[in-house]
C-alpha cells in the first residue's frame, strides 16, 4: 500500500492525550493487570473469610460464601451481612419483631471445623425457628474483652436483642492477657471506607494480597522463632493450618518469656499447675472484668445474659464436672446475678471418658465434632425454650 | 491486550489444570508424620468437595480418609459424594463406617440397610450390617452399666466388666483407663501390677497393647471374686 502524497502528514496535538489522563491509563491498565493476575495468583487458603478489625481486633467478612479448613476438615462457610457464621448469606435486619438470641464465644462456638447447619447454634436456629432467632457473632480465639466490643459494635449499629449467651472457653484465660493492650479504634467513616477496601483488595488485587501475604508469613515465622519450645514440642500433632491460625492472634502480645514457655500454650492444663495457676487467676479475672462490662451494656439494652462453661479433653479425663474453673465462674455469675450453665456434666459423667472425647470431639482437638455439637444443642434447645428468654415485647 | 490475552489464556489453563494437581498432590502424599496425615485429608476433601465427579477415585479418596481414622470426614465427604450419586450403595456402606467409628449405632445401621435396600444380593453388606447389630448390643450393655455405676457399691466389678465389653468391640485406650481406675481400687499389689505392665507398652519393642490389656483384665478378674474390704487388703 501506498501513502497518497495529497494527505499532508499533520502533527495533530488535539489528539495526544495529557499527562494526567495518561496517569489514570497507565493505573486503570495496572489495575485491570492486576485484578487478571489477581485471579490466577490469589489463592483460597481457607482462612481468607477471616479478617483483622480496628475495633473489636478480628472477626469474619460479611457476605461469605466459601471453604474452611480444619484439621482434616473442609467445610462449607457462610457468613451474613453482619460478618456472623449462618446458614445462608443474607441482609440480617437490625430489628425484628421475633425474640433473638446473640450468641457469643469463641472457635468452639464459631464450630471450627462442623459446617453451620450441624453446630450448636445451627441446631437451636432450626429447632427454635418458632420462638426466636438465633445470631452467632462467635469467632476464633475471642475472649470477654472482644466479645464485649462485638456486642459493643453491633448495638452501636442498631442491633437489637433479646438475650445475648456468652460462652466461656478455657483459652479465654490465655487471649485476655494476649488482648490485654489492644485498644480499639475510634469509629468512623473514613476508617469503616477503610476497613471495606482492604477487605475488596484483599480478594481481588494481587499486588494487595502479595503485600499482605508477605507480611503475615512473616508475622507467623517472627512468632514461630519466639515460641520455638511449643513449635519442636507439639507442631508435629497439630495441623498447619490450626497452627497458622493460632500465631496470627499473638500481635499485640510480645512476653518472649512466656511465649517461649510450652506451659504457657497449654492453657487448659493451666490452672492444674501451681506455678501457672497465678496466670489462669489472672487471665479469669481479665475476663471477668470485661464480662462486668458486657453486663452493663445488655443491662442498658434491657438484654438478657447468660454464660456457659464447657470442658476441653483433658478436664474430661480428668473427670471433676465441678472443679476449680467451673467454681470461680459459678462464684462470679451468683455474685452478679448472670445467669449461668455448666456443661462440664454434659461431657463429664459416667461413661468412659476417652470414649466420650472419641464421641464428641475433633480427632486430637479440642473441639466438638458434629455429635459434639448435637449434645450440647439437645441441652440447650431444652434450656431455652423452657426458661432462656423473656416474653416477646416484654423488655422492649 | 496481548498481555490481557496471555493472562486470560493462563486462567484458562489454570483452571484446566486444578483437578490433575490435586489428584498429583493426593499421590505424592506420603504419610510419615502427623502433619503429612492432615495434608492428605485437607486433599482429599478438596477433590471431594470441588470435584468429586470420579466416583470410583473418590470412593478410593473416603477409604483414604477412613484408614487415616478421619471418621468425621469420611461421614462429610460421603454425604457430598450421596448428593451426586445418591443410589450408590458402597457410599451408604463407607458413611456407615464413619458413623460406627463414632458409635452411632442408629445412623451406621440406617446406612447399612440403606446399602442393602439398594443392593440387596451384597453378601459382605449382609455380614457387616449383622457385624454392627452385635456390636450395638454390646454398646448397650455399656450403656447400661454407665448408669449402675452411679449408685454402684462395687465400682469395681462394674469397671471390669465395662473394660471386658469395651475390648470386645476393641476400643482399647479406654480400657486402658478403665483398667488404671480399676488399679486405684484394689490393693498396692494390684497398683504396681499395672504400672509394671502398661510400662512394658512405652518400651522400645514393647509388647503389643491388646496382649498387655488381656493380661491385666484375667489379672484383675481373678481378684473380682473377692470381697471389697479384703480385696484393698490383698
Known sequence: MVKSSDQPVVKSTSGRSSPVQQLLLSIMIIAVLDFLAGFIIIKDDYSTF??????????????????????????????NSL????????????????????????SHSEGVGVVYPKTFSGILARQLVDQLEVLNASCISYSPKIEYLRAKFLFEQGLKVDHVFVLIDLSDMQNELV??????????????????????????SSIFYLVTSISEKWQTKKFFETARFFNEQKISGTPANTLDLYATFFSDFDDKVLLSNPQFHGVGEWYYNERFKALADTGIALGQSYLLKLKALCDSQQVKLTISVHPWQ??????????????????????????????????????????????????????????????????????????????????? | ????????????LHACNSEKKIRHQIESIRIQDV??????????????????????????????????????????AAEILLGKFPDDPELYNLRGLGYLNMHQYVLAIADYNNAIRIQPENKQFLIELQSVREEEKVWNEIQVMNGSLANSADSFDVLLRRAEKLYSIREYDAVLYDLGSISKLGSEQDSLYYVSQVSTLNQEKGRKSVEVLSELIQYYGKVRNLDPKARKAK
Not at chain 1, 466438638?368 to 441441652?379: I, K, P, S, T
Open chain 1, 83 to 106: 460478618g456472623m457464621m449462618d446458614s445462608a448469606v443474607y441482609d440480617v435486619k437490625l430489628k425484628t419483631g421475633k425474640q433473638r438470641l446473640l450468641i457469643l464465644g469463641d
Open chain 1, 179 to 204: 488482648y490485654e493492650h489492644f485498644e480499639p479504634k475510634k469509629r468512623s467513616w473514613m476508617r469503616e471506607t477503610l476497613y471495606t477496601g482492604r477487605i475488596i483488595l484483599r480478594k481481588y
Open chain 2, 1 to 12: 491486550m496481548r498481555y490481557i490475552n496471555l493472562i486470560l489464556i493462563m486462567l484458562f
Open chain 1, 50 to 79: 477471616r479478617t483483622p478489625h480496628y475495633f473489636y481486633h478480628h472477626g469474619l467478612k460479611p457476605d461469605q460464601d466459601t471453604w474452611s479448613a480444619w484439621g482434616s476438615s473442609l467445610y462449607r462457610v457462610k457468613t
Open chain 2, 35 to 76: 502433619t503429612e496425615k492432615y495434608d492428605l485429608g485437607i486433599a482429599c476433601m478438596e477433590y471431594i468437595s470441588q470435584y468429586g465427579d470420579d466416583l470410583a477415585y473418590s470412593k478410593g479418596l473416603i477409604r483414604k480418609l477412613l484408614e487415616a481414622g478421619f471418621s468425621a470426614e469420611v461421614i462429610s
Open chain 1, 314 to 396: 483433658y478436664q474430661i479425663l480428668k473427670g471433676n464436672d465441678h472443679d476449680y474453673y467451673v467454681n470461680k465462674w459459678e462464684t462470679f455469675a451468683r455474685i452478679f446475678d448472670i445467669e449461668f450453665i455448666n456443661l462440664f456434666p454434659l461431657f463429664i459423667n459416667t461413661q468412659n471418658p476417652v470414649i466420650t472425647t472419641d464421641m464428641y470431639f475433633i480427632q486430637g482437638d479440642n473441639h466438638w465434632n458434629q455429635f459434639g455439637h448435637a449434645l450440647v444443642a439437645g441441652y440447650l434447645v431444652n434450656y431455652f425454650s423452657k426458661n432462656g428468654t423473656p416474653e416477646i415485647g416484654h423488655l422492649r
